[in-house]
């Protein structure tokens, strides 16, 4: 199998940022709605010009973000895809894409009628994360879903010409079964967490557990 895209996600210091910037990772996500993992765009601006990233895509994560919190990031940070995890409209989606020439993700809770929102996306998203449904939640959980789901998205993406991520609880202990279904990416947050900070140890883990798939498909 093709080594699949890999997105780090919920990078909250510069210690952080470093441990993902030597990592595998293709992108590095960065949380700018109500979580434990919220940053400051300044703040992330700053990390940048300590710690080189440009080899990785920078993804900026939303929930139901106003027009001036966009702003806000997309006039400091050099944003390569902006992932939208809350409830957003079609037209509030289609009002960025007006704006922002980069690539946009929307993140969809697995439930019964997750595969109609990919439907309903398509035509304004060029990939989906699918990730699990927590009350009062929207990411972040360490959670995964029912993983026998998997195949069915990645299809309907498939069909679509759409990345498809699976996140949610995906961990060292677990990403082998995962890597089995070859999904497109795979989004880690708390995964490649220890004591609330990155871990070079579980990334380590995680990435030789990749690469025994990748060798011997």
């Known amino acids: 199998m093709h080594k699949p895209l890999l997105k780090y996600c919920g990078i909250r210091s510069e210690a952080d940022l470093e441990i993902v910037a030597e990592s595998a990772a293709d992108f590095i996500g960065f949380i700018f709605a109500n979580s434990k993992r919220r940053v ?50 079609i037209e509030d989606i289609m009002r960025v894409k007006e704006k922002f020439s980069g690539t946009i993700w929307k993140a969809l809770h697995h439930h019964p009628e997750t595969i109609d ?44 010409e759409k990345v498809c991520f699976i996140a949610g609880g995906v961990n060292e202990q677990n990403i082998d079964r995962l890597l089995t279904l070859k999904p497109h990416g795979i989004d880690l947050s708390s995964g490649i967490e220890m004591n609330d900070k990155k871990s070079k140890k579980k990334i380590k883990l995680i990435e030789e557990r990749m690469l025994q798939h990748v060798n011997l498909s």
């Open 40 to 89: 400051e765009p300044g703040k992330v601006r700053e990390w940048l010009k300590i710690v080189d990233a440009s080899s990785k895509k920078l993804v900026a994560v939303f929930v139901n973000p106003s027009q001036a919190e966009l702003h806000d990031v997309l006039s400091v940070l050099p944003i390569d895809v902006i992932q939208f995890h809350g409830n957003e409209r």
């Open 117 to 160: 929102e990919m439907n309903d996306y398509k035509d304004v998203v060029d990939g989906y994360v699918i990730d699990s449904r927590m009350k009062n939640q929207w990411g972040g959980t360490g959670i995964s879903f029912d993983w026998n789901a998997v195949p069915n998205y990645l299809e309907i993406a498939t069909t679509y």
